[in-house]
């Protein structure tokens, strides 16, 4: 009997190591793809032309990205400045608040949340939101970098908070009975103990928020305009990820055009793949 067992258990062994050496060759064939794609077009426009460069007009031979980088970097950070106190809070309250009831109804609603098309997204937002902020600030459209940023903060809400609430739920019951029987009150234990004993969760959360917010398009094309201005918060912008939809489609194949959006791509990657790195070395950093 052991001996099948363990044929069994090698059986089992090997799929696991398969799906794991599956999902890191994608990862590399991914990352291969990008750079033979996008390193062709950098070199013949120039690394500092193309990174710093304020005017994008492929028919004109400009092709600087500097507005899209600065554009998705204000959208996200915007989007996290909202997202992050709303998700804590709303996690906070699942785990630590609400009765088993009402956090049951609410954690489906979030994750329902979570399961919408951004296309959804970016169709309410069209409807509603850019019209609201239009009237809102008396301008003559309301597809602006501020519509998109509140969409973004939406669509990241189910991330922080699902992942939040759980790592919330992990946190032992005795550090918060410790912080209550030294006198601290209910809402200072969980500020000052729980939220600090699940930072690690929470920042699983952020990350996932994060690559989110920066890798969305079809929703933020909707609201943002899909115009290559520099950064206004009442302006129509556009985003890393909706240059890329908006113009592939008609670029010609093989074209320095075609060849610069794969590069967009690829500074896309690469700049989702830095924030990662270093939000997780903050995190590394602050637990020990």
């Given at each position: 009997?052991?001996?099948?067992?363990?044929?069994?258990?090698?059986?089992?062994h090997?799929?696991?190591?398969?799906?794991?050496?599956?999902?890191?060759?994608f990862v590399v064939?991914?990352?291969?793809?990008?750079?033979?794609?996008?390193?062709?077009?950098?070199?013949?426009?120039g690394?500092?032309?193309?990174?710093?460069?304020?005017?994008?007009?492929?028919?004109?031979?400009?092709?600087?990205?500097?507005?899209?980088?600065?554009?998705?970097?204000?959208?996200?950070?915007?989007?996290?400045?909202?997202g992050?106190?709303?998700?804590?809070?709303?996690?906070?309250?699942?785990?630590?608040?609400?009765?088993?009831?009402?956090?049951?109804?609410?954690?489906?609603?979030?994750?329902?949340?979570?399961?919408?098309?951004?296309?959804?997204?970016?169709?309410?937002?069209?409807?509603?939101?850019?019209?609201?902020?239009?009237?809102?600030?008396?301008?003559?459209?309301?597809?602006?970098?501020?519509?998109?940023?509140?969409?973004?903060?939406?669509?990241?809400?189910?991330?922080?908070?699902?992942v939040?609430?759980?790592?919330?739920?992990?946190?032992?019951?005795?550090?918060?009975?410790?912080?209550l029987?030294?006198?601290?009150?209910?809402?200072?234990?969980?500020?000052?103990?729980?939220?600090?004993?699940?930072?690690?969760?929470?920042?699983?959360?952020?990350?996932?928020?994060?690559?989110?917010?920066?890798?969305?398009?079809?929703?933020?094309?909707?609201?943002?305009?899909?115009?290559?201005?520099?950064?206004?918060?009442?302006?129509?912008?556009?985003?890393?990820?909706?240059?890329?939809?908006?113009?592939?489609?008609?670029?010609?194949?093989?074209?320095?055009?075609?060849?610069?959006?794969?590069?967009?791509?690829?500074?896309?990657?690469?700049?989702?793949?830095?924030?990662?790195?270093?939000?997780?070395?903050?995190?590394?950093?602050?637990?020990?």
């Open positions: 009997m052991k001996r099948p067992a363990k044929r069994i258990e090698k059986v089992f090997g799929i696991f190591l398969g799906c794991g050496l599956l999902s890191v060759f064939g991914i990352s291969a793809y990008l750079i033979i794609s996008g390193v062709p077009a950098i070199k013949e426009i690394l500092v032309e193309f990174m710093l460069g304020q005017l994008w007009s492929p028919s004109q031979g400009q092709f600087g990205i500097l507005p899209f980088i600065l554009t998705s970097l204000y959208g996200t950070a915007g989007a996290i400045l909202i992050i106190p709303l998700g804590l809070l709303a996690a906070l309250f699942l785990s630590k608040y609400a009765g088993p009831k009402t956090s049951r109804i609410i954690r489906s609603s979030v994750e329902l949340l979570a399961g919408i098309p951004s296309v959804v997204y970016g169709l309410v937002g069209m409807i509603v939101l850019v019209p609201a902020v239009q009237n809102a600030f008396s301008l003559s459209s309301g597809a602006t970098l501020l519509a998109a940023i509140i969409v973004l903060a939406i669509m990241i809400l189910p991330y922080i908070v699902n939040s609430a759980t790592a919330l739920d992990a946190v032992p019951q005795e550090y918060e009975e410790g912080s029987a030294l006198g601290a009150t209910r809402t200072e234990t969980y500020f000052k103990v729980s939220l600090l004993t699940a930072r690690s969760g929470i920042a699983a959360g952020i990350v996932q928020g994060v690559g989110r917010a920066l890798g969305e398009a079809m929703a933020i094309i909707m609201v943002a305009g899909n115009v290559a201005n520099m950064p206004h918060i009442f302006g129509s912008v556009r985003f890393l990820t909706t240059a890329i939809v908006g113009e592939m489609s008609y670029a010609s194949y093989g074209s320095l055009h075609r060849d610069a959006l794969f590069s967009i791509g690829l500074i896309l990657f690469i700049l989702i793949v830095l924030i990662n790195v270093v939000l997780n070395l903050i995190v590394r950093k602050e637990e020990k």
